[in-house]
């Protein structure tokens, strides 16, 4: 047995196992409409919670896991500026971030039913507004940052 207890009961797991089955369709979603420079952000977040969420403890897995969600998400964030669906994409970003502090407010009441359900709802919103993005024009970042373009 692992000195590492898991972070859910194990009935939870095909649950957000599933829901974590919506970033690998964005992803595909992303190179059948041209993008597939951002493909790695969806099929990054899929290998990496498929990594954690078929056994989940907090080990390095569970490291990996947050960090590239992390990166994925403000890289992404950055990238959507200026897209032809980024309002709808920042919109279901907003509608899908409160589901996180929601899961952890559950989940530290021991209410893991409720908790695993927002976290999934954060799987489903956050893939499809990737999704959404993708199935549009994604130009020029702002040189904000002083990333230098194409055009520059």
Known sequence: MSHHPLVFPRE????LLGTSWCFFVSGFVAVANGHSELAHVPFG???TSLLFWHNPTRTWRWVLDILYVQYGFWYQAYMAWGAQYALPYYALILIGTPSFPI???YYAKGRFAESAFFHGMLHILAASASA???MGRIGDKP???GIPTISS
């Not at 939870?12 to 649950?15: E, G, K, M, N, R």
């Open 103 to 105: 899961s952890k407010y």
């Open 12 to 15: 939870y797991f095909p649950y």
């Open 45 to 47: 977040i899929w290998a």
């Open 143 to 145: 040189p904000a940052l």
């Open 132 to 134: 959404v993005l993708y």
